[in-house]
């Protein structure tokens, strides 16, 4: 819409009753009121009003020297700095960020010939998308698009590869070889499709917009190789997730390691390892080949060393899921390894406990999902008393553990993490439950409080908390989202070296 209001009206404002869903976006608010009114550019009076899921971004304003366009409240006018620094709960995260101030440039305003001139920042200033995907990118710009093949490389013979492509901004994608052979299954913007091949191949994908023609390319081509190695590296069995990551206190480095399977199945060094993670489990080459690649694996050592790296800047209130295959100089390429996630001993467990809010239940506790903003769905409370509280995990069997991550709760009234101030690990050795570990007044700025302790084998573990020792706006109580109990379980590397001496 385009709102001329002539310097005397408003442009988009709710003065009482209830305001809900509103969505307001890729309006042009032109010379809105100027003298001591605030019925601006856009703004909820709220005389009496119920304001709630109010989404306002992407629109511009222009003819106020004082650069008040927005309204919130009784008698009180704001810029868009101010009006983003008031962080309306009510509203919709992000709101008014892609707002712009600026002369929309009409053909003839005098006139009133609101069509946009050639150059117009109302021309590319609007947010793009089709309903109800309303929270969008912006309008178009350019086309882009991006091709890969996994694995690249293929043993003598040929073999199958992935192609994956990706695109902004087009309408259709379409694949094709180097004889100009289409690709089955290419046509959508965003997807992948199978092919076996027996010689090298270059692959070519091309972005399409209606009614444009062609306007982006990419480009990958698949080697087959010549050599008579024919025997694949073995599938690593051993990844596991090491303790070393969880001393760093922003808790977003993850540490992996695993024992070096050899260049024909275990003979020899391989040449490279292929590790990627995501937040859904890999349960197969599919999931794989979908998965996030890192970067900077280590170079294999011979069979039987141990190989690891650490992965950085990952999302602490996250779990991720971990796997990697391993290629000789061919590539011949592994089978996918063992699947390494949290490895905690307490997912899938039934969890007991002191006692629940009404509402709230224990299952999240050991489902090895982080999702602390959802409530009582995703989170567990105890029950609100002066009493101690604890959650017990019974393992069915003695196992080690020398780690346990409590990961708690966010309270968006507060907009904190429910930290308990203090807090025990405690084993069962088979009579009572007798102190680990006690941690007091963890950083309640963490999501997860992280304690490491020296190994202790028990059937079962729990994480107690004393009388009025919950979190520092709730004391009389306990709210987790997830409860991690784990163990490091992948020995040192095998000695090589040992001598006699005369």
Not at 205 to 215: D, I, L, R, V
Not at 253 to 274: E, F, H, Q, S, V
Not at 403 to 427: E, K, L
Request: charged share 10%.
């Amino acid at each position: 819409n385009t709102i001329d209001c002539g310097g005397v009206g408003a442009g988009i404002v709710s003065q009482m009753g209830n305001a809900d869903s509103i969505f307001a976006f890729n309006n042009i608010i032109y010379n809105p009121m100027r003298d001591a009114e605030y019925h601006l550019g856009v703004g909820f009076k709220n005389e009496g009003m119920t304001v709630s899921h109010v989404y306002e971004d992407y629109n511009m304003f222009y003819g106020r020297a004082d650069h008040l366009y927005y309204a919130w409240g009784w008698g009180t006018a704001y810029t868009k700095a101010q009006w983003t620094a008031l962080n309306i709960p009510t509203f919709y995260s992000g709101y008014a960020v892609n707002d712009v101030e600026a002369n929309p440039l009409f053909v003839n305003y005098a006139a009133h010939n609101y069509a946009l001139q050639a150059g117009s920042p109302a021309l590319t200033g609007g947010r793009g998308g089709v309903w109800p995907t309303y929270r969008g990118a912006k309008a178009p710009f350019d086309m882009t698009v991006t091709l890969s093949a996994n694995p690249t490389s293929l043993p003598v013979g040929g073999g199958s590869t992935t192609l994956t492509w990706t695109s902004t901004n087009a309408d259709s994608v379409v694949v094709r070889d180097q004889n100009n052979t289409r690709i089955v299954g290419s046509g959508p913007t965003n997807s992948s499709a199978g092919v076996s091949l027996t010689s090298s191949t270059t692959y070519t994908a091309t972005a399409y917009k209606s009614p444009n023609t062609t306007t982006a390319q990419a480009t990958v081509t698949v080697a087959i190789s010549s050599s008579t190695d024919i025997v694949a590296p073995s599938a690593v069995t051993s990844l596991i997730i090491t303790r070393d990551s969880t001393l760093d206190p922003t808790h977003r480095n993850i540490t992996l390691r695993w024992t070096a399977p050899g260049d024909d199945a275990d003979t020899g060094p391989a040449t490279t390892y292929d590790l990627r993670f995501d937040t859904l489990l890999l349960t197969n080459d599919t999931r794989f080949n979908a998965a996030t690649q890192v970067t900077g694996e280590p170079s294999p050592q011979p069979a039987g060393g141990v190989d690891s790296i650490t992965i950085t800047n990952l999302n602490p209130s996250q779990v991720y899921f971990f796997a990697l295959k391993t290629a000789d100089e061919v590539p011949n390429w592994s089978p996918m390894s063992n699947v390494a996630g949290s490895q905690n001993r307490a997912l899938g467990r039934v969890a007991t406990v002191s006692g629940s809010y009404p509402g709230y239940a224990v299952t999240p506790l050991t489902n090895g999902l982080l999702a602390p903003r959802g409530g009582t769905t995703t989170t567990w409370s105890s029950d609100q008393n002066t009493q101690p509280h604890w959650v017990e995990v019974d393992f069915g069997a003695v196992r080690p553990i020398n780690c346990v991550q409590a990961c708690w709760a966010w309270n968006s009234g507060q907009s904190a993490w429910m930290v308990s101030q203090q807090y025990t690990i405690q084993r069962w050795d088979g009579s009572a439950f007798v102190d680990v570990a006690t941690v007091t007044n963890p950083p309640t700025s963490d999501s997860v409080a992280v304690t490491v302790f020296p190994k202790v084998s028990t059937q079962r573990a729990r994480i107690y908390q004393p009388a009025s020792m919950g979190p520092a706006v709730y004391p009389t109580i306990m709210w987790l989202t997830e409860l991690k109990m784990e163990y490091d379980t992948i020995p040192p590397p095998k000695i090589n070296d040992l001598t006699a001496l005369p």
